[in-house]
């Protein structure tokens, strides 16, 4: 990631679980640590997403 003025942000994820139309699951490993997850469901002809994060 990149701000306006220039810095650089180490960004780096990784993918730990694909559950296709289900969910994604994936750890951030810089600082901060996290893992996310991100929950797809149908609800009434539309997608509902439910999304966590759970940092260390």
């Keep these: 990631m990149n701000s306006p ?3 650089d942000f ?3 994820n990784i993918i730990v679980e694909v559950v296709q ?3 994604i699951v ?3 490993d810089v600082f901060s640590h996290f893992l996310a ?3 797809f469901e ?3 002809g539309k997608t509902k997403l439910t ?3 759970r940092f260390e």
Excluded: M, Q
């Design 5 to 7: 003025d220039g810095v």
């Design 10 to 12: 180490p960004n780096t």
């Design 21 to 23: 139309l289900e969910r």
């Design 26 to 28: 994936f750890k951030h």
């Design 37 to 39: 997850t991100a929950i």
């Design 42 to 44: 149908e609800l009434d």
């Design 51 to 53: 999304y966590s994060s």
